[in-house]
């Protein structure tokens, strides 16, 4: 019983832990936002406009699970 609450418990800080994470503010300043969309302009100009928004890790890992899903698609000519 003593176990079972312990891991109920961790897993309800992990939870809570990784909500915050995912849901941090952007604290990147102006610079930083453009040099990242510099860094990012080869892969094209829609992502490189993304790093000019504050997004919270939770939106930049979506935008990445997109981003991987389109370029599978892509190479597999399944549009």
């Keep these: 019983m003593g176990k079972t609450i312990a891991i109920v418990l961790f897993v309800i800080v992990i939870a809570i ?23 990012e302009l080869p892969q094209g ?10 997004r919270t ?4 890992l979506e935008d990445g699970a ?6 599978i698609k892509k190479s597999t000519n399944q549009q």
């Design 45 to 54: 100009a829609d992502k490189a406009g993304r790093q000019l928004e504050s």
């Design 66 to 71: 997109k981003d991987v899903g389109d370029d």
């Design 17 to 39: 832990s990784g909500y915050y994470i995912l849901n941090a503010p952007d604290n990147r300043n102006a610079a930083e936002k453009v040099g990242d969309a510099i860094h």
């Design 57 to 60: 890790p939770g939106e930049k």
